[in-house]
């Protein structure tokens, strides 16, 4: 059973740079989620999608960012012009979309740090 | 504004012993809550989860309370195991599916 992944475990880039994470979720599952987590503070979220599209962002979602889950499998988060902020790690989870409540299963993000 | 919150930022427990960790939130419409306990250079794991129509879940040495009228719920640890020290965060959502909030954890120390 492969859990979510994502890729790159750090990513170190100057300010003003463009960078893009990826994300892939456990197979099954159709709920992708970013979430922003900074030193202190528990995740935050940022926005869903059920399969390809998506349903709800963040008010912290500025307009540098953007993501993406074309197929409904794999997502992409892209920051542009990135800032001293935006240093934090972001967490890609996923879980089944049904009947119920279900649990997000968490990969182990992707530490961004910004020079 | 902070609808979940965990006021104990650290907790130490002699191995053995119970640890109980503590969790409050403001939004009357959240209806499921969750437990994650997070390993440093990890992403946070899945513990265990309470519906609003229960009060307590139970999961091995892991139990969840859920007190409604408070506004508040629990996760018992028994008995404690060194294994057990993480950083434990508390979640809640208002609807099926969509984001969690989370609290700002609790460092949870088990001393063999």
């Known amino acids: 059973d492969t859990g979510v992944s994502q890729d790159p475990r750090h990513k170190i880039t100057k300010r003003g740079q463009n960078v893009t994470f990826r994300c892939d979720p456990i197979?099954?599952?159709?709920?992708l989620y970013w979430y922003r987590q900074t030193l202190g503070q528990g995740p935050e979220f940022l926005t869903y999608f059920q399969n390809e599209a998506q349903l709800e962002k963040s008010r912290l979602l500025s307009d540098r960012f953007s993501a993406e889950r074309p197929k409904g499998s794999f997502s992409t988060l892209e920051i542009q012009r990135t800032e001293q902020g935006d240093s934090a790690m972001y967490l890609c989870?996923?879980?089944?979309?049904?009947?119920?409540?279900?649990?997000?299963?968490f990969g182990d993000g992707t530490r961004l740090s910004i020079l | 504004d902070q609808q979940v919150k965990q006021n104990s930022p650290s907790l130490s427990v002699q191995e053995g012993r119970i640890s109980i960790l503590n969790c409050d939130y403001t939004n009357s419409m959240f209806d499921y809550f969750l437990w994650y306990k997070k390993y440093p250079a990890e992403g946070p794991t899945f513990l265990i989860s309470?519906?609003?129509?229960?009060d307590k879940n139970e999961d091995g040495r892991f139990t969840v309370f859920l007190n409604k009228s408070a506004k508040h719920l629990s996760l018992h640890i028994v008995p404690s195991q060194p294994g057990d020290s993480a950083v434990y965060f508390c979640?809640?959502?208002?609807?099926?599916?969509?984001?969690?909030?989370f609290g700002t954890g609790t460092s949870l120390t088990v001393i063999p």
């Open positions: 197979s099954e599952h159709n709920r």
């Open positions: 979640a809640a959502s208002a609807n099926t599916g969509n984001q969690f909030y």
């Open positions: 989870a996923s879980s089944l979309a049904g009947t119920g409540n279900q649990p997000q299963h």
């Open positions: 309470i519906s609003s129509i229960k």
